[in-house]
């Protein structure tokens, strides 16, 4: 497979090409997730794929019909996904994710017993109150004479996360706010077992980012790469292989062509492999994934990243990594108002 080949294969599975799903809810079901520390580029991610034309569709599957969670998943890191897919995922990568947070609650200083009483305040509060930004947990927390500044806060918000009691739900005006998941999403099904939950999450993580590799699924999810390989084997009559790459067997070819777009931060499209040099050319690598977990808001043309852009003062200015030609200059132009259209309408704050 050559590497425009790879390129256009991959960009058609994150639903780049223009086709597929229409729908927030529908959108994030295909990718199976979507990085979410930033709601704003978030939302973004869904405006490239067609799936949002207004802020507003992605807070509504937030808020009204709950189709929509945000929770610490993968690699301990808040993602969107459907709501239905909430509680198995979380059974496979909570535990290691509430470790993670664990380990960093300790280096902050934070003990076991203060972590445990947190949470407790945590249930509690919004048992009593409901839906509650991080503003007001936080002055719970105070309250009860624990940690209520800086990094304690989301790490202990991400604890109770960790634990499955509690989700991100509804957006209200600028904020997002914590819900209990029993509230938000009803009473828990029995999770898959552990086998079944990873061929799951193998044939969910194809759909969205084959063709790709055992280790690619490895690093997308945060689990060990035996962990993804036993998921891949148990679909394996479900697969087509070629070298080290596997994909699902049936699968639309293609289009010849993938239109120009603008990327927010962080997109599923710069995330979901090991190794990404087939969007973005190692000499701009810098440019995209500056370090320290940082993705930056990205153009690309036929699935290859030709640019950076930023949103000063809601204007859209991208930054190039070299000459345009003249059609996808007109494309990003039109991205760029699309863009300023959909992203100056609203903006939530960060529980992160």
């Given at each position: 497979?050559?590497?425009?080949?790879?390129?256009?294969?991959r960009?058609a599975?994150q639903?780049?090409?223009?086709g597929?799903?229409?729908t927030?809810?529908?959108?994030?079901r295909?990718?199976?997730?979507?990085?979410a520390?930033?709601?704003?580029?978030?939302?973004l991610?869904?405006?490239?794929r067609?799936?949002?034309?207004?802020a507003?569709?992605v807070?509504?599957?937030l808020s009204?019909d709950?189709?929509l969670v945000?929770?610490?998943?993968m690699?301990?890191t808040l993602?969107l996904?459907?709501?239905?897919d909430?509680r198995w995922?979380?059974a496979?990568?909570?535990e290691?994710?509430?470790?993670?947070?664990r380990?960093?609650?300790?280096?902050?200083?934070?003990g076991?017993?203060d972590a445990?009483r947190?949470?407790g305040v945590?249930?509690?509060a919004?048992?009593?109150?409901g839906?509650?930004?991080?503003?007001?947990?936080?002055e719970?927390l105070g309250?009860?004479?624990?940690?209520?500044?800086?990094q304690?806060?989301?790490?202990?918000?991400?604890?109770a996360?960790g634990?499955?009691?509690?989700?991100?739900?509804?957006v209200?005006?600028?904020?997002?706010?914590?819900?209990l998941?029993?509230?938000?999403?009803?009473?828990a099904?029995?999770?898959?077992?552990?086998d079944?939950a990873l061929?799951?999450?193998?044939r969910?993580?194809?759909r969205g980012?084959?063709?790709?590799?055992a280790t690619d699924?490895?690093?997308?999810s945060?689990l060990?790469l035996?962990?993804?390989?036993?998921?891949?084997?148990?679909i394996?009559?479900e697969?087509?292989?070629d070298?080290?790459?596997?994909?699902l067997?049936?699968?639309?070819?293609?289009?010849?062509?993938?239109p120009p777009?603008?990327?927010?931060?962080f997109?599923?499209y710069?995330?979901?492999?090991?190794?990404?040099?087939?969007?973005v050319?190692p000499a701009?690598?810098r440019?995209?994934?500056p370090g320290g977990?940082?993705v930056?808001a990205?153009a690309?043309?036929?699935?290859?990243?030709?640019g950076s852009?930023?949103?000063?003062g809601?204007r859209?200015?991208?930054?190039?990594?070299?000459?345009?030609?003249?059609?996808?200059?007109d494309?990003?132009?039109?991205?760029?108002r699309?863009?300023?259209r959909?992203a100056?309408?609203v903006?939530?704050?960060s529980?992160?």
């Amino acid at each position: 497979m050559t590497a425009a080949q790879l390129r256009h294969r991959r960009a058609a599975a994150q639903l780049l090409d223009g086709g597929g799903e229409t729908t927030p809810a529908g959108a994030v079901r295909h990718l199976l997730a979507v990085q979410a520390q930033d709601l704003r580029a978030a939302r973004l991610a869904l405006r490239a794929r067609g799936a949002a034309g207004a802020a507003s569709d992605v807070d509504a599957a937030l808020s009204e019909d709950r189709s929509l969670v945000v929770a610490w998943l993968m690699r301990g890191t808040l993602h969107l996904v459907a709501s239905e897919d909430h509680r198995w995922l979380h059974a496979l990568t909570g535990e290691q994710s509430a470790a993670t947070i664990r380990r960093r609650l300790g280096q902050l200083g934070v003990g076991e017993r203060d972590a445990e009483r947190a949470v407790g305040v945590i249930e509690r509060a919004l048992a009593e109150e409901g839906p509650l930004p991080r503003r007001a947990l936080a002055e719970r927390l105070g309250a009860a004479g624990l940690p209520s500044e800086g990094q304690a806060v989301p790490h202990l918000l991400g604890l109770a996360a960790g634990r499955g009691l509690v989700v991100l739900g509804p957006v209200a005006g600028r904020e997002h706010a914590f819900v209990l998941a029993r509230d938000w999403l009803g009473p828990a099904d029995r999770p898959p077992e552990r086998d079944g939950a990873l061929a799951e999450l193998a044939r969910r993580y194809l759909r969205g980012h084959g063709p790709a590799t055992a280790t690619d699924l490895a690093t997308w999810s945060g689990l060990g790469l035996r962990d993804a390989r036993a998921g891949l084997a148990a679909i394996e009559r479900e697969l087509a292989v070629d070298g080290d790459l596997v994909d699902l067997a049936r699968r639309s070819e293609p289009p010849a062509r993938v239109p120009p777009r603008l990327l927010g931060a962080f997109d599923p499209y710069l995330l979901g492999w090991e190794d990404r040099s087939f969007a973005v050319d190692p000499a701009h690598a810098r440019r995209v994934h500056p370090g320290g977990g940082m993705v930056r808001a990205t153009a690309t043309a036929a699935g290859r990243a030709v640019g950076s852009w930023t949103m000063p003062g809601g204007r859209v200015v991208l930054e190039p990594f070299g000459a345009l030609g003249r059609t996808v200059e007109d494309a990003l132009r039109r991205e760029a108002r699309s863009v300023e259209r959909f992203a100056g309408r609203v903006s939530v704050r960060s529980p992160s």
